[in-house]
C-alpha cells in the first residue's frame, strides 16, 4: 500500500528521522507513535509526498498508472469560524481531490456525500456551518472530507488532538470499522498509545530519529525501548493501560501522573 525504506530526513540542518523504514499493508491500522518532536508529522509529509526525504525511497497507491488515492487529514486545519460552509459542503470539497478524469455529476456527487456523511456519523449535522460545530463533529466531517475520493490509505495526523477520552474512543471505533468495512489502510499519529491499543495492528515507535516497528506487545517492551531511546526507560502495565517512563522515575509512579516526564511530552502520558 505504501512503504518506505531507510528515511533519512534533515530540516536545517537537524537529523529528525534516519533510517526508518515502514510497509502498511491494505486494511491495516498502523499507529505512529512518538513524543512532542520525534519526527511523527515529518514521517507523514514523507509518506504523503510532500516532504522529499534526504535519504530512501517511498512507494505509495497507484490509480490508473498514477499516484493517487491518499487521504490526509493534517494536524491543524484552520477553519475560519464564519466561513459560510455547512459540513456537507466541506464533504464535497474533498470529492475530486484524489480523483482522476472528469469531475463528478452532481447527482453522484450528492449521493457520495450523503453516503460518506453516513459512514462517519455526521449526517444530523450535515446542515449545520462548519464553524458551529464541536471540535468531534468537525473531526468527524473532516474525516468524511479525507475519505470521499474512496482513498485507498488514510494518513491521519493527531485526528485525537482535543478530543474528550469518549470522543476519541468513538473516532478510534469508527476508523476501526471503516478499515474493515472499506480495506483502507490508515497510519495515524498519536501521543497517547493506549486509546490505539485495541485496533491498532502494528505500531511505528518514533525516538532519537529512529523507529522500531512491529505489533504493539513487541514493541511496547521495556528492553526494545530502551535499545531506542539510547537510554533506560520502563513499561509499565496497569488496569490494561501501557506507560512508558524514564527509568528512574518508574517508581514514583502515583506522583508521576501529575509531572511532566523527562522525555518532554513523552509519547505515552501516565494517567491520560
Ligand atoms: N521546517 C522545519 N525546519 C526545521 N526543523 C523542523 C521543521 N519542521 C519540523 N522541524 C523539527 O523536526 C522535529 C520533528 O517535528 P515533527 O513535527 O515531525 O514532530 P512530531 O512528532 O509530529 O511532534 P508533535 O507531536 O509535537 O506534533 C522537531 O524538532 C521540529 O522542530
Redesign the pocket.
Known sequence: MVSARGIRVV??G?E?LDGVDLAVAPGEFVGLI??????????LRVLLGVLKPSAGTVSRPRRGGAVSGIGYLP?KVALDPDAPLRARDVVALGADGGRLGPPLRSATLRRRVEETLQAVGASQFADQRIGELSGGQQQRVLLAHALISEPALLLLD?PLANLDPGSAHDIVLLLDELRRRRNVAIVM?A?DMNVLLPVMDRIVY?AAGHAVTGPPDQVVRTETLTRLYGRPVRVLRAEGRVMVLADDEAPQLPEAAHHRQPFDEPADRVGT
Open positions: 530540516l536545517s537537524k529528525i512518538g513524543a512532542n518532536g520525534a519526527g511523527k508529522t515529518t514521517l494536524q493527531e499519529t501521543h518514533l
